[in-house]
């Protein structure tokens, strides 16, 4: 693998909220994600949970996601502020068995979008996950008109129909939550990363930028 620089790859670390209903499948998604692992058991996040994934992107960058599994009943609670502090993007997940949490979504960003933004104010990028994908055989509760009309007027970067299940589209989801993050990094590096609290590791210096960037 080539290497542009003996400081080796960029390191970047994310921040990544999972949120929505109770039982949606937030916790299956990063188990799945992460470890390759799917269980029928249920056992209801309390509070906030972590996994860490790590994602060679490409030769020239590694990308570390903090993924911040947080409690559907969070919601009703007072934390969410606190969680929500310094993140970079974000998986809003409904059950597409469940309507009631597919009409929670939009709550849920709501919420997400009052309290974190990018340093310009625009909301942090944020994907819309249908989950259980496997348990519908007619599909979406929701055409995918009416799917991509909604992720439009609530600012989702994207959707993707999901099992955690069956491993469908995780990855690709994560993908472009990861790809949207990059782009806005590319592009407000270094002042964005500072002040956002990231760490870029082995950053590879340019001429504006000598040195330590962290
Ligand atoms: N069939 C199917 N079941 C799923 C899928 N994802 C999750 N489940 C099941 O749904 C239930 C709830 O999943 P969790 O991952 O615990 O849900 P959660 O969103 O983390 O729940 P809270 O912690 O309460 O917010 C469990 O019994 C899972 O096995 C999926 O893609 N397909």
Known sequence: MSRNSSLGP???????????????????????????????????????????????????????????????????????????????????????????????VAKWKQDLDAKVSLEDGTPIPCVLLANKCDETKEGMVNSVAKMDEFCKENMFTAWYETSAKENVHIDDAAKTLVSQILKYTAQNKPTYLKSKGQVLLNSVPNDSQKGCSC
């Open 10 to 104: 960029t390191e970047y670390l994310f921040k990544i909220l999972v949120i929505g209903e109770l039982g949606t499948g937030k916790t299956s998604i990063i188990k799945r994600y992460v470890h390759k692992f799917f269980s029928q058991h249920y056992r209801a996040t309390i509070g906030v949970d972590f996994a860490l994934k790590s994602l060679e992107w490409d030769s020239n960058t590694v990308v570390r996601l903090q993924l911040w599994d947080i409690a559907g009943q969070e919601r009703f609670g007072n934390m969410t502020r606190v969680y929500y502090k310094d993140a970079l993007g974000a998986f809003v997940v409904f059950d597409v068995t469940r309507p009631a949490t597919f009409d929670a």
